[in-house]
């Protein structure tokens, strides 16, 4: 099988994330994983990219520019295209962690800092979850 149709083969993952070094890290860490990964830097973006990505997992910061992530979560849960979609919440503050993990419509809540590893393993089980 040749390498880009393994790569195509993991799924698509969109980042949405302001900080630059964290959306960096991310995005890496899913590439060398094989996932192919789109990013943006504010919510507008993500949203932007949803529609032309068609990502299989987002992870989704929290505190972003332009359009917040709860914000972004309700656009995607309103659409039904992206209703089932996997959402992977990433906050710095712990008020945006306790808030997200009361919230049913994230897949998983992954606080900073956060572990390639662990956000590896996290993508993987809503990638699982999403093929049954």
């Known amino acids: ?3 880009f149709q393994l790569l195509a083969a993991h799924g698509r993952v969109l980042v949405v994330q302001d900080d630059t070094g964290a ?3 991310l995005a890496d860490a899913l590439w060398l994983t094989g996932y192919v990964v789109r990013t943006a830097a504010d919510g507008l973006a993500g ?3 949803v529609d032309a990505f068609e990502p299989d997992v987002i992870v989704l910061d929290l505190g972003l520019p332009i359009a917040s992530g709860f914000e972004v979560l309700h656009e995607l849960r309103a659409a039904p295209r992206t209703l089932e979609t996997p959402v992977i919440e990433i906050s710095g ?3 945006g962690v306790k808030l997200a993990k009361e ?3 994230f897949f998983e809540t992954l606080p900073k800092p956060f572990d390639p590893e662990t956000l ?3 993508v993987k ?3 699982r979850r999403r093929r049954r």
């Open 93 to 95: 503050l712990a008020s």
């Open 103 to 105: 919230n049913p419509e």
């Open 125 to 127: 089980r809503a990638f």
């Open 47 to 49: 949203l932007r990219l």
């Open 1 to 3: 099988m040749p390498a």
């Open 23 to 25: 959306r960096e890290l």
């Open 120 to 122: 590896v393993g996290i």
